[in-house]
């Protein structure tokens, strides 16, 4: 018996009957509904462009896991940056220009042509990124950090703050917008004073540590109390960790006063010897980076209390030409009564630190020496020099004689 449209999964004729009420059957657009035919469709086959690898309906789909489908998803997502956090609940650390990218072809423009000639350089290459300069491995390291605590601590805004401090004109910041933008760094404050030194302008931003190129500004940041360095570019790229930020410091002039530098210059070693061993239970007065060792400390405890200490992607390293026997004791002990430590102490007894410190591999080294400075710039370290103390004074006499002997 052949099939009706009923049989072939319509509605027959006679299935098509007056609603209750009299009303008529219902209608679309002014037609009366009719009796259909199911037809049959033909399988699609091909895969959609967007659809992700791994689902259904694509070949090998079975044996892919969920994780891939939902990274390609993710990845049509924008990207939500996190939120800055408040001044005075964050470390900050205010970076120049020409710290954290390398300018130097902008710089002597800048020397030799001018400001208008300056300015205009920079418009004109202004879709052009700035190559890394010597604070970038630090300030990537920085964020690395922020990223894991804010992982582990979602609500809280003790964070690493980084803050573009440069005295460039506004006219330039569209260039450093795109090599910031370009390296996807976040750094979200920016503070351009259009030729001003933006000295003045540290307290305000609640600065911890300001890094820069110019040694001018960096001593007129530490005569106003706020932690800072001259930062060089080592003469050889040295690979460090992406994981773990590790900053080394020298003792005495930097984490410390210069006490016992001045005990040196004005009587000699056997003095200096017999100084610490008598004063070994007093506690050195603080330098000018002490602060900035007792904000690491902070951020290290926040991951000891979620049992990581193991892993804490913070390290520090006391790097010291003291010598442990005769002098070490007071270094140590002074950290203690802060209620601070490092996490690894290394006395030298006056040898090289260079050699030392390549294995560290530290983002960043301090000293207040230019010579410990130059020696491990030539090992590949990025350091920095802290123009505070005793040896900067006999320095400064050294240069005001030159003139004269050299008449």
């Not at 959609?48 to 892919?64: D, H, I, L, S, V």
């Not at 710089?107 to 700035?130: C, M, R, S, T, W």
């Not at 690395?144 to 690493?160: G, I, K």
């Not at 008598?278 to 050195?284: C, F, Q, R, T, V």
Request: glycine share 8%; aromatic share 8%.
């Amino acid at each position: 018996m052949g099939l009706g449209a009923a049989g072939r999964g319509g509605l027959s004729p006679e299935e098509v009957k007056p609603r209750p009420g009299g009303m008529k059957p219902r209608s679309f657009m002014g037609c009366r509904i009719k009796a259909f035919r199911r037809r049959e469709l033909p399988v699609r086959t091909e895969r959609c462009a967007m659809e992700p690898p791994g689902t259904a309906g694509a070949p090998g789909a079975a044996g892919r896991p969920w994780d891939e489908a939902k990274a390609f998803y993710d990845n049509l997502t924008p990207k939500k940056k996190p939120k800055s956090p408040k001044p005075e609940n964050a470390i900050t650390i205010a970076v120049s220009s020409r710290a954290l990218f390398r300018m130097e072809e902008e710089q002597k423009i800048y020397n030799e042509q001018g400001v208008e000639a300056y300015v205009k350089y920079q418009l004109d290459h202004e879709n052009e990124p700035f190559l890394p300069g010597a604070a970038f491995p630090f300030v990537k390291a920085l964020e690395a950090v922020n990223t894991q605590l804010r992982e582990l601590y979602p609500d809280s805004e003790e964070l690493f703050d980084i803050v573009l401090m440069t005295n460039n004109h506004a006219q330039v910041g569209v260039r450093l917008i795109n090599s910031i933008n370009h390296y996807d760094l976040f750094i979200e404050r920016f503070c351009m004073t259009g030729g001003n030194s933006p000295i003045g302008y540290l307290k305000a931003y609640h600065t911890n540590l300001y890094l820069s190129s110019d040694a001018e500004k960096v001593s007129g940041a530490i005569e106003e109390g706020i932690a800072a360095a001259t930062i060089f570019s080592p003469s050889k790229d040295l690979e460090v960790s992406e994981k773990q930020l590790r900053v080394a410091f020298d003792g005495d002039a930097v984490l410390f006063s210069d006490e016992s530098e001045q005990i040196v210059k004005a009587h000699g070693l056997d003095m200096f010897f017999e100084h610490e061993k008598a004063h070994e239970n007093s506690p050195l007065a603080q330098g000018p980076l002490k602060g900035f060792l007792e904000a690491l400390g902070k951020l290290q405890k926040k991951f000891y209390s979620k049992g990581m200490r193991m892993e804490c992607p913070i390290r520090t390293y006391l790097v010291t030409a003291r010598s442990a026997a005769s002098s070490g004791a007071r270094a140590l002990k002074t950290l203690r009564s802060w209620g601070l430590e490092t996490d690894e102490a290394l006395f030298l007894a006056g040898a090289p630190k260079g050699p030392l410190l390549k294995k560290i591999r530290p983002h960043i080294f301090f000293d207040d020496q230019m010579f410990h400075v130059e020696g491990a710039k030539e090992m590949g370290t990025v350091a920095a020099h802290v123009p505070y103390g005793i040896a900067q004074k006999h320095k400064r006499q050294l240069q005001e004689k030159q003139p004269q002997n050299s008449k």
